[in-house]
């Protein structure tokens, strides 16, 4: 199956979707959809937190090939964006600082990046990214999709 010289059943497919918690559904339509390979700045998806004015621009194609995932996050001067432990489907990121400085607080340490530094981390744990500065920040999170903790 895995070298595409078999079909799987439609048992195996529940089990496999059911590890990997997607549907069925979801499966069959990237089957008969090929992976986006570019996505337009104009038409990335963005969201901005209300509360603490971060912003997230999703760059990479949503169901790129790849399944490399590309956030780049505008990070205001004196904001704070906390972030739960996940308890399922864990996975390690990537965070590169294109401008300005962060600190990047994992459970108890806190970890302080300036532009160019990249850090490698896990969701594991409970994740505070804050801007201690008087200056916006920004920088690109990393990640591959269905590269579970301890895998990358």
Not at 72 to 89: E, F, H, T
Not at 108 to 116: D, I, N, P, Q, T
Not at 132 to 140: F, G, K, S
Request: aromatic share 6%; net charge neutral; glycine share 6%.
């Amino acid at each position: 199956m895995e070298r595409a010289q078999s079909s799987a059943t439609a048992a195996l497919l529940g089990k496999l979707c059911a590890a990997l918690d997607v549907s069925l559904s979801d499966v069959v339509a990237l089957a008969e959809k090929p992976p986006e390979r570019l996505v337009r700045l104009a038409d990335q998806p963005h969201w901005r937190d209300p509360e603490s004015g971060y912003r997230r621009r999703h760059a990479s194609p949503t169901d790129a090939a790849s399944g490399i995932e590309i956030i780049v996050v505008d990070l205001p001067a004196g904001a704070r964006v906390p972030y739960s432990p996940w308890g399922r489907n864990a996975f390690t990121q990537q965070l590169l600082m294109l401008e300005g400085a962060i600190a990047v607080h994992i459970d108890a340490k806190a970890v302080r990046l300036r532009e160019g530094d990249c850090l490698d981390f896990d969701v594991m744990r409970a994740v505070i990214f804050e801007n201690e500065t008087r200056q916006d920040a920004r920088y690109v999170i990393i990640t591959r999709r269905g590269a579970s903790y301890g895998k990358m």
